[in-house]
């Protein structure tokens, strides 16, 4: 959703890693929450272990061809 999404976007502003689970048990959450509110999505937010470095990424060229 939308409102996730900005949720994810907010997180790494606050320097918190986070993932978006959308495969879920909806019975399951729901029971677990106790509401009968279908529930679409589980965001799981917090603070990492340790700060990676970036991944190297493959040069522009490397990904395109141009034909002419």
Do not use: F, N, Q
């Amino acid at each position: 959703t939308l409102a996730a999404s900005h949720a994810l976007i907010a997180a790494a502003g606050l320097g918190l890693s986070s993932i978006w689970i959308g495969m879920i048990d909806e019975e399951k959450i729901k029971s677990i929450l106790g509401t009968r509110l279908r529930p679409s999505s589980i965001l799981c937010i917090g603070y990492p272990d340790k700060k990676k470095p970036p991944k190297s990424r493959r040069k522009l060229k490397e990904l395109i061809e141009v034909i002419e």
